[in-house]
């Protein structure tokens, strides 16, 4: 039986498409992992949320976008009054950049290079993420110091509505 041309391009054309859709798959599915920890989390002590996003530059960083309570007795809005440096203690804690820099590794599940700022405390350190949960609603950050992760702490946060 002989197999019209347009038929073997059909044929050829649908190989082609399988191929790639069997090659790129693993890397799509990388993406909607990495991707899987954008959006709204509340703090574990439940007085802020931090908004993560995926930046231009491919790594993901997070913002405060709530607070429980954002002024301060006066109504002034609380500022970051424990920074270190002077000229960035006057700037309002909503809207303050906390998470930077974070780039997926595929291998460990997790969101790693990046720091986490602690306001309360002025302080910058290394950070790591991880989803807690299979459900993706219960997210594990560790802070450490001196590229130590055993010199670290863990807050759980929980993904906001």
């Not at 231009?56 to 809005?77: A, F, M």
Request: aromatic share 10%; no cysteine.
């Amino acid at each position: 039986m002989l197999i019209s041309n347009n038929s073997s391009r059909k044929i050829l054309r649908l190989i082609l498409l399988l191929g790639i859709v069997m090659f790129t798959r693993p890397f799509l599915n990388a993406q909607t992992v990495a991707n899987d920890i954008r959006g709204t989390w509340l703090v574990d002590e439940k007085d802020a949320h931090i908004k993560i996003y995926l930046a231009k530059n491919g790594k993901y960083y997070g913002k405060i976008v709530w607070l429980n309570e954002p002024n301060e007795k006066d109504g002034t809005p609380k500022i970051d009054d424990e920074n270190p440096n002077p000229k960035l203690q006057s700037r309002p804690l909503l809207g303050l950049l906390m998470l930077k820099g974070f780039s997926f590794n595929e291998q460990a599940k997790e969101w790693s290079g990046g720091t986490i700022y602690d306001s309360r405390a002025g302080k910058t350190y290394d950070a790591y993420m991880k989803f807690a949960d299979e459900n993706k609603t219960t997210l594990k950050l560790t802070g450490y110091i001196m590229g130590i992760r055993q010199f670290g702490k863990t807050t759980t946060w929980t993904r906001a509505n």
